[in-house]
């Protein structure tokens, strides 16, 4: 055992629940003693949680280790840019009732429950995470809201994990969303089947699937070496279950900002029978500058990207605009219209 695989059993053998405190995260040998006052700092302010399946991906000898970098809380974090915003995408602009966010003619957020399998550094709603889950009022509340707008095709579940809900609240869920006629499909957001692979189970399978719609998920992963032996278990179970499974990627500074990262993640991802989906530019959410690699950067990737993955295994790089103006691609350009002239993947000029 090389003495990377090694720490990281060291790892496994040490953690066996979610660890929420700055204590929990010094015992597990995933941050220095040295750094309590600190880590204390920042729990004030955002949650934390780094469950057994992730904390034994960190390898605790590496300080740029990009698995500890997405989950591990900084002192970065208290530092907040000019820029910032505490809701970075306008979801509370465009939320006209608690758990529902509708800023698209056809479609809407709803958000079931606020709670995560693991808290995210960077993520666009630590202001709001860790708050619990709606109340069946809250919920029926919710799902009138859909009903009495014809124009809303799709239900996008998101949190929080709405997949953090037990399979049976789930499929209630799933069947009321189904009962509404002009609703074709469902979209759910999840990071459960790589931060509590666990925890995909028969039993969560039957309940995504219980709105007779279609059901999409669409897994939060960022680096290659979240696609765990587990974690690919989970995805296997969910893509045999019958269920269309697509991926959500943030560009993240120091984790994934390589084109040999990215790559290496997305073939992986198609192997597994997961779709790239979206490269996310990442959201002004506050403490998280030292996250955001620059546009031209992310574009950059993009390109280099075109020239070495097939179409099947390449996400659409977005931003989502401050405010509540929606994601907007922001991939390279490769048409001129001007010049009548079209660039090749190496950058080479065409005139069509």
Known sequence: MSDTKARRAATVQQVSATLRSPAALIAAGLAPPAAVETLAAVAERFAVAVPPALAALIDPADPADPIARQFIPSALELAVAPEELADPIGDDAFSPLKGVVHRYPDRVL????????????????????????????ETLAALSYVAARPELREVILTGGDPLMLAPRRLAALMRGIGAIPHVELVRVHTRLPIAAPERVTPALARAL????????????????????????????????????????????????????????LFRALIRHRVRPYYLHHPDRARGTAHFRPSLAEGRALM???RGRLSGIAQPTYVLDIPGGAGKVPVGPDYWDETAGQVADRDGNRHRY
């Open 303 to 305: 390109r280099a990207l």
């Open 209 to 264: 699937k219980a709105s007779g719609r279609a059901t999409w998920l669409a897994v939060h992963v960022n680096h290659p070496r979240e696609l765990s032996v587990a974690a690919t278990a989970a995805l296997g179970r969910l893509a045999d279950a019958g269920l269309p499974l697509l991926s959500q990627t943030v560009l993240l500074k120091g984790v994934n900002d390589d084109a040999a990262t990215l790559e290496a």
């Open 110 to 137: 709803l958000k079931p429950v606020l709670v995560c399998p693991v808290y995210c550094r960077f993520c666009f709603r630590r202001e709001q995470v860790g708050e619990g889950a709606l109340s069946p009022a």
